[in-house]
């Protein structure tokens, strides 16, 4: 009698942990970060959450702060800037450093350097990082490279067009804007768009698929006149 009962509990065992499997390797909350492995998360994680505005406080002051430092750059020099800033964090930590010798006088304490906790921080970078983060800029680097050979050397004639498309548009667009007015536009769309698509996702996604389908269906037409190219497609 011990027998079949061991075997009808049995199954609920497996069961229980079948069905703790799915949460254990899926899922997660809504807006958390994209599963991208316990290795490669850190630093795509960080970004994610920044530009989807998980942390207001932050994001708002790193949308800011880049804000303001291209509004700068859009009215002064980058010499100009780059010395005002230099000055403002110069006169942060000066006061700072002034006002905590001050208080220390008149209290007659011994706290010490008020900035001692971050000059003992230790930041060398050892050769083995640093050939890290060169080798990973190598790789794109060298990706960068095949991808300009092939578009300058017509391996694809499509693509070339559409690079030449492309390059023919941002002549225009370079016509009214400036370098610096374009990486403002591109920083409010940077913190703008990810979390409007978010909220509106499922409208967002009818209209691109719809905008897509037409894309290609043109693409296929202009493809099937090119000499070479249909028949490239039929090998």
């Known amino acids: 009698m011990a027998e079949p ?14 069905g703790a499997e799915p949460s254990a390797l899926g899922g997660g909350s809504p807006g958390a970060c994209p599963a991208l492995g316990a290795k490669s998360c850190g630093s795509s994680c960080a970004v994610h959450d920044l530009i989807f505005w998980r942390d207001v406080k932050k994001t708002g002051f790193v949308f800011g702060t880049t804000l303001i430092m291209l509004l700068s750059l859009a009215a002064f020099s980058v010499i100009s800037v780059v010395s005002y800033l230099i000055l ?77 498309v492309f390059m023919w548009l941002m002549t225009y667009v370079g016509a009214v804007f400036n370098g610096i007015t374009l990486l403002i536009l591109a920083e409010l769309l940077i913190f703008s768009v990810p979390i409007v698509y978010e909220k509106y996702k499922t409208q967002i996604d009818h209209y691109v698929g719809i905008a897509r389908d037409q894309t290609k269906s043109i693409v296929e037409k202009i493809q099937a006149k090119l000499p070479g190219i249909a028949k490239k497609k039929a090998e």
């Open 88 to 164: 403002a964090l110069l006169s942060v930590t000066i006061s700072f450093r002034v006002y905590k010798s001050v208080i220390q006088a008149v209290q007659k304490s011994e706290e010490g350097h008020p900035f001692k906790a971050y000059l003992d921080v230790d930041i060398t970078l050892s050769s083995e990082a640093f050939h890290n983060y060169v080798n990973a800029a190598m790789v794109h680097i060298n990706r960068a490279l095949k991808l300009i050979i092939r578009l300058f050397l017509v391996e694809d004639l499509v693509d070339s067009l559409k690079l030449a």
């Open 5 to 18: 009962s061991a075997a009808t509990q049995s199954p609920s065992v497996s069961s229980s942990s079948s």
